[in-house]
């Protein structure tokens, strides 16, 4: 059993920062990639970044690029997200996500790509 554990989540001010973390446990982990979403109330999940394991190519929402940076650990099965320059727009909770699967082709923003989820961790931006 493949589980997904986020960290890092808090309360901060606007424009400063936070480093998110998740961890996969399981004898059996395997993933093509690694990924953020988040979800503000009463909006749908939306992407943030990804990480493709073998090779660590990366891709962002318009929305987070130049201020957020992801970046993974093959041998600790983790993958991190470093925020800064936090906006309150930013307020959401945080979801963890591997991708079993995925090949090049993946279309990595596409949440119905993931196979894996956590259970989310609150980040609040206050203005």
């Known amino acids: 059993q493949v589980q997904l554990v986020e960290s890092g989540g808090g309360l901060v001010q606007a424009g400063g920062s936070l480093r998110l973390s998740c961890a996969a446990s399981?004898?059996?982990?395997?993933?093509?990639?690694m990924g953020w979403f988040r979800q503000a109330p009463g909006k749908e999940r939306e992407f943030v970044a990804a990480?493709?394991?073998?090779?660590?190519?990366?891709s962002y929402a318009d929305s987070v690029k130049g201020r957020f940076t992801i970046s993974g650990d093959n041998a600790k099965n983790a993958v991190y997200l470093q925020m800064n320059s936090l906006k309150p727009e930013d307020t959401a909770v945080y979801y963890c996500?591997?991708?079993?699967?995925?090949?090049?082709?993946?279309?990595?923003?596409?949440?119905?790509?993931?196979?894996?989820w956590g259970q989310g961790t609150q980040v609040t931006v206050s203005s």
């Open positions: 996500c591997a991708d079993r699967w995925g090949s090049k082709w993946t279309l990595l923003s596409n949440p119905n790509q993931y196979d894996y």
């Open positions: 399981g004898n059996r982990f395997s993933a093509y990639a």
């Open positions: 990480v493709v394991r073998s090779g660590g190519s990366t």
